[in-house]
């Protein structure tokens, strides 16, 4: 009897802990806006790796949260990481269908590793198929001047693109 209730007066002193370490819904939420905030400065101010890792964690906490998975498609992009990219974009449209920013900048990124294909197709094919290497380079050219830029314009290189739509939807 006596092993029994030290048995269950561990129990209760285990369960007060735990219940004295969960975090109050009050908390959490500080928590999360100031985590939050820390993203978005970290995002503005040309930290990428901070941003990103603020918002895998704003993600993980909140997964419905279509903002911040648009964010990190954003933060992606800024690290040169597109197929990360269009995963957070996809997960956002999961989410929420008509985001059209989201629309917009996965296509932004698609159309950039396209450009990115067939150049690297283009180069590949030198010396060995003259019809493909000519096909692909007028294919990267033409995506290229969807941009605006010609293809061996940094602005529309796969290395230093530009960023796509940033900030919350309207």
Not at 64 to 79: E, I, K, M, S, T
Not at 101 to 128: D, M, S
Request: charge should be positive; include cysteine.
């Amino acid at each position: 009897m006596a092993g029994t209730l030290k048995i269950r007066i561990a129990c209760l002193v285990m369960l007060l802990a735990l219940a004295g370490c969960a975090a109050s819904p009050t908390q959490r939420l500080v928590k999360t806006v100031a985590r939050q905030q820390r993203a978005e400065q970290a995002y503005r101010g040309g930290h990428p790796e901070q941003a990103l890792a603020d918002y895998q964690a704003l993600v993980q906490q909140l997964p419905q949260n279509a903002d911040f998975w648009f964010r990190l498609g954003n933060v992606y992009v800024r690290l040169q990481r597109p197929d990360d990219a269009v995963d957070a974009y996809q997960h956002v449209l999961r989410i929420e269908p008509g985001h059209a920013k989201a629309w917009h900048n996965l296509g932004i990124v698609r159309l950039r590793q396209a450009e990115a294909a067939f150049a690297q197709g283009a180069q590949h094919a030198a010396g060995i198929d003259a019809g493909l290497q000519r096909d692909s380079a007028a294919m990267a050219h033409g995506i290229a001047a969807l941009g605006g830029a010609a293809p061996d314009t940094p602005a529309s290189s796969a290395s230093a693109p530009p960023p796509p739509a940033a900030g919350r939807r309207p």
